[in-house]
């Protein structure tokens, strides 16, 4: 999958969510701070970071055929920090990581789990009320109230401030397809098991 200009897309879910209390004001908001979400030991010599969106088939594949083996091989056993940076191609992947954010660090990635696991299912409809519907769904299977979704989905300066930290990381790793991969610095497209292994035992050799 390409990188599309987001623009127009974040303008439309801007509009379908209700207005921000500071959005009728002269004062812009100060924009939160977006932490990377990563999994293993986190002062690891080996550092692997995907860049991946939740509406991207490819990043889906990834995730149910090659992540777990990678996580019980090198990440479980401390070998590895695993670093994931969302990338926005469209509004429903903005809100799927809203949602995904919204379970904390405790829950993103067994939320992650279920959203490219559930992909075809809740990103399947041309109607965005219904593909909230379904993330919703997501988010409650995942043990989160309907107000606290409703609060992440309708943060709009968490909106904004994702997809800054987004179009930042994908222009100075110049990523500009996903899944891509930067391991220690440097950028590896989609790959199967067998050869990201190698490629990590080299790494961790080294």
Not at 15 to 28: D, G, H, I
Not at 31 to 52: H, I, Q, W
Not at 144 to 159: F, K, R, S, T
């Amino acid at each position: 999958m390409n990188r599309r200009d987001f623009t127009a897309a974040l303008a439309v879910a801007m509009a379908s969510t209700a207005m921000p209390l500071w959005a009728q004001t002269a004062e812009a908001p100060v924009l939160p701070v977006v932490p990377d979400m990563f999994l293993g030991k986190a002062d690891a010599k080996v550092v692997l970071t995907e860049y991946a969106s939740y509406t991207c088939p490819h990043c889906a594949t990834f995730h149910q055929q090659v992540f777990k083996d990678l996580k019980r091989d090198y990440i479980d056993t401390g070998k590895i920090k695993f670093v994931y940076r969302e990338v926005f191609f469209d509004r429903y992947g903005l809100w799927a990581a809203m949602v995904a954010r919204c379970g904390g660090d405790l829950r993103y990635f067994g939320i992650q789990e279920i959203l490219y696991s559930t992909q075809q299912e809740w990103a399947a409809s041309d109607d965005p009320a219904t593909v909230v519907e379904n993330l919703r769904r997501v988010g409650r299977t995942a043990g989160l109230e309907n107000d606290a979704l409703d609060a992440c989905l309708n943060d709009a300066a968490m909106a904004q401030a994702m997809v800054n930290k987004y179009q930042e990381d994908t222009k100075a790793d110049n990523i500009t397809s996903t899944p891509s991969f930067m391991l220690n610095g440097v950028q590896h497209s989609n790959m199967n098991y067998a050869d990201l292994k190698a490629l990590l035992d080299a790494e961790l050799a080294k």
